[in-house]
């Protein structure tokens, strides 16, 4: 299952104790110190998945150093976690308000600082206090309140209502394999989708009232934020698609306005299911909106190639 957006918290290790001891049989401190704790480290990964495991688990934790021991030997340190995130992940820190995206180009860096080792008393020894009864306490790892939030990075963006056809059209032009049934909201979560290099993402359908969180598809609206080119999908079987497009525009809009300004082709889809008058009458109904129409059916082999000529098109101009 894909997931979006988590709440954790990442805690990097403490550091050990310092240990007061003495030694047995002469006089003097023996105890050693307590070592550094574990680092939290973050790397980008191309996973989409990789959020996943943080769902079922509420903190992730950097192993604590050890603490001292007797006859001056030192704890054990702890180990360094590095936690892979999905490129397009944007990590906010809910208590300092800090941002951090991951991008393909992000590098490697510490994100929670360890703790490091309190000394043991055998640090403390001196001329004027031969018999430190004392030793350092280990400090506190870094601990961030952290909300994950996942932004896929696709070329473009399949949307529309729920069963206009859009997961039957990224089976057909990429080796992706999404649910495909004939009732609305078989597809539950975004499915993605590689053509000639660049990605598609079919997102989960919309509805009216989506923007205020009816249905399923708002949440993942964020997906598309990036997108090249949106791929709005209308099925012939709509009575008025001047209608039924300028709703699914409308929650874009209230959604976030600067979706309504990304390029965008108007796919008719299930193209079959209607004689060529009746796609001209759907034509000439969508006229007015000044977009490029392609009427598009995953049994017309000629209309997929159009399709994909227009991708490669866009993906040219785009350069």
């Given at each position: 299952m894909l997931i979006t957006e988590v709440n954790i918290v990442f805690k990097a290790g403490d550091g050990g104790d310092g240990k007061v001891s003495f030694y047995k049989y002469r006089r003097g401190p023996d105890g050693g110190n307590g070592e550094k704790g574990g680092s939290i480290y973050i790397s980008p990964t191309t996973d989409i998945y990789a959020l996943s495991p943080f769902s079922r688990t509420k903190k992730i934790e950097a192993e604590n150093g050890k603490g001292g021991m007797s006859n001056t030997k030192?704890?054990?340190?702890?180990?360094?976690?590095?936690?892979?995130?999905?490129?397009?992940?944007?990590?906010?820190?809910?208590?300092?308000?800090?941002?951090?995206?991951?991008?393909?180009?992000?590098?490697?860096?510490?994100?929670?600082?360890?703790?490091?080792?309190?000394?043991?008393?055998?640090?403390?020894?001196?001329?004027?206090?031969?018999?430190?009864?004392?030793?350092?306490?280990?400090?506190?790892?870094?601990?961030?309140?952290?909300?994950?939030?996942?932004?896929?990075?696709?070329?473009?963006?399949?949307?529309?209502?729920?069963?206009?056809?859009?997961?039957?059209?990224?089976?057909?032009?990429?080796?992706?394999?999404?649910?495909?049934a004939s009732y609305p909201f078989t597809t539950l979560e975004p499915n993605l989708g590689e053509l000639n290099g660049q990605i598609i993402a079919d997102i989960p359908g919309l509805i009216q009232g989506a923007?205020?969180?009816?249905?399923?598809?708002?949440?993942?609206?964020?997906?598309?934020?990036?997108?090249?080119?949106?791929?709005?999908?209308?099925?012939?079987?709509?009575?008025?698609p001047q209608k039924a497009y300028q709703t699914i525009r409308k929650e874009l809009e209230n959604y976030n306005p600067n979706l309504l300004k990304l390029p965008e082709i108007i796919l008719l889809t299930k193209a079959d299911l209607r004689s060529k008058a009746e796609i001209n009458s759907y034509l000439k109904a969508l006229k007015g909106l000044k977009k490029e129409v392609l009427p598009v059916s995953i049994y017309d082999w000629e209309s997929l190639e159009k399709l994909r000529a227009l991708f490669f098109k866009h993906e040219s101009l785009s350069e």
């Open positions: 030192n704890g054990k340190a702890g180990k360094d976690l590095e936690i892979k995130l999905p490129v397009g992940t944007i990590i906010t820190d809910k208590e300092s308000g800090e941002v951090f995206e991951i991008t393909a180009d992000f590098k490697r860096f510490l994100f929670c600082k360890r703790g490091e080792g309190g000394r043991g008393n055998y640090e403390f020894r001196s001329g004027a206090n031969t018999t430190p009864k004392f030793a350092e306490k280990g400090q506190a790892g870094q601990k961030r309140s952290l909300h994950l939030n996942l932004k896929l990075i696709a070329d473009y963006g399949l949307i529309g209502f729920p069963n206009a056809g859009k997961s039957s059209l990224l089976k057909e032009l990429t080796s992706a394999t999404p649910k495909v923007s205020q969180g009816k249905g399923l598809g708002i949440k993942f609206l964020k997906h598309i934020e990036k997108v090249s080119l949106l791929l709005h999908c209308l099925s012939c079987e709509e009575k008025e």
